[in-house]
C-alpha cells in the first residue's frame, strides 16, 4: 500500500518515456524470522515494512483511450533496521501494461495539443512562474541497535533486540523550474545518541561520534500537495558506527503539504546505504519557505 507519482519525461507521438517514484507500506503476517521456530527467513523479520519503488516506463497509445507500455521497477522491502534479523528485499521488476484512460484526460490531451507553446508560455500561463524554495525539516524514528543484537546472539546464541531513536535534521534549497519538478542541494545532520552502546558491543575498542554531517543533491517530484522527493548524499564527517566506510548515502521522502499552515509537511523518510541497505525510517515535519 504506497503513494506514487507517475511521471513522462517526454512524448513523440503516442510514445512516452517517464519514471514511477513510489513510497508507503508493505505487509506480512506470516513465516517471519524467528530464532527459534523459523530461524531460515532472515529476510523478514517484522510484520509492518517501508516499501519503495524507483522505475522507468515506456507507453505506446494505440487510441485516445487505451495505451500499452513496458516497464522496469527497482523495489526495496525492509523494516528499516526496526527488528533484527532483517536482510530485506531487493529485485527488480520487469512488466508489462494495457492501460484505458479516463476520457476527460483524452480530452484534455487534445487541448494540450491545440494550444501547445513555448517552454516559457506553458509556465506562465496559469501563474507559474519558476522561483527557489528553501524547506527545513526535522525527522526522527525508531531503530534496533544491530551491534548489540549481534553480540548477544554471539554470547546466547538467541539475539536480543533493543530500540533506540535516531534523528535527522535538514536544510534544502532547491530551484522549482517547473509546477511538477524541482531540483537543488541539501545539508543533512544525523543524530545517532546510542553510540556508548554500539561502541560496547562491537568489540572493536573504538569511540563513535553521535553526529553525522554530509550534503545531499536532490530531485522533487510533485503532484498537487503531495511530493516525493529522492536525493544521493556524500558524508563529510561520520563516526557513528553504524556501518564500515560509509561515503555515499541514499534518501526518499515522500511529504504532504498544508498550504493553509504556511506550506508545513508531514512525510515519511527511509534512509539507505549502497543503494539497498536500509539504515532507517522516520517520520518527519517541515516547513517551506
Known sequence: MYGYIDRPWFRVGGFSLGYTAGWGLGFCFNNLYDQVTNP??????????????????????????????????FNHYSNGA???????????????????????????????????????????????????????QASAGVMAVEAYFDHTQELTGIGENIRKMKYAFDADCLYKYCRTHASGVGVDLFVTPFCDIIAASDGRG?????????????HEFSFHDLSVMVGVGRYL????????????????????????????YVGMVLKAHKFMA????????????
Open 278 to 289: 536500509a539504515e532507517c525510517v522516520q517520520y518527519c515535519v517541515g516547513i517551506r519557505f
Open 206 to 218: 573504538e569511540t563513535y561520534d553521535p553526529v553525522s554531517v554530509g550534503v545531499s543533491a536532490l
Open 237 to 264: 564527517y561520520d563516526n557513528d558506527g553504524l556501518a564500515r566506510n560509509k561515503i555515499l548515502y541514499q534518501l526518499v521522502n515522500m511529504k504532504y503539504h498544508f498550504p493553509q499552515f504556511n506550506d508545513l
Open 82 to 136: 526496526i527488528n533484527f534479523q532483517n536482510k530485506g528485499y531487493n529485485g527488480f521488476e520487469l512488466g508489462m501494461s494495457v492501460g484505458r484512460k479516463d476520457p476527460r484526460y483524452a480530452a484534455a490531451r487534445r487541448v494540450e495539443k491545440l494550444n501547445k507553446k513555448s517552454g516559457a508560455d506553458r509556465n506562465f500561463k496559469d501563474g507559474f512562474r519558476p522561483h527557489f524554495q528553501f524547506d527545513v
Open 40 to 73: 531460515w527467513n532472515i529476510m523478514i523479520s517484522f510484520p509492518v515494512n517501508a516499501h519503495a519503488t524507483l522505475g522507468l516506463q515506456s507507453r505506446y497509445a494505440i487510441s485516445d483511450r487505451y495505451d500499452v507500455g513496458l516497464g522496469l521497477w
